[in-house]
Nanobody, 126 residues
């Protein structure tokens, strides 16, 4: 049983930056992803990284603005979010998925997630 702990959320103005972190022991086997959920909307994938850190996936709306990375030695995955927009607002979850699906993009969806963190709030507002 993994216990994923997120940190780094907060309130930021449009155009600003935030850095989210996710830590847990034993995450080096798993695909790790960040997902978000806005009020009244379904949870959606934001970005995922494979177990070795050699492959990444981003949803189209965050490409070029967000960067996911992992340090397995420190049991940490980070999501650097730049040029934030109001539509990026939501509760951001770190999640772990067993690498049993053929492609990272296919695996990076909520139904395949095995473990969820508690979430950290990101609010982008002026």
């Amino acid at each position: 049983q993994l216990q994923l702990v997120e940190s780094g959320g907060g309130l930021v103005q449009p155009g600003g930056s935030l850095r989210l972190s996710c830590t847990t022991s034993g995450l080096d086997y798993y695909i790790i992803g960040w997902f978000r959920q806005a009020p009244g909307k379904e949870r959606e994938e934001v970005s995922c990284v494979n177990s070795g850190g050699s492959a990444t996936y981003y949803r189209d709306s965050v490409k070029g603005r967000f960067t996911i990375s992992r340090d397995n030695a420190k049991s940490t995955v980070t999501l650097q979010m730049n040029s934030l927009k109001p539509e990026d607002t939501g509760l951001y979850y770190c999640a772990a998925t067993r690498p049993r699906i053929s492609t990272l993009e296919e695996a990076c969806i909520p139904p395949y997630v095995n473990y969820w963190g508690q979430g950290t709030q990101v609010t982008v507002s002026s």
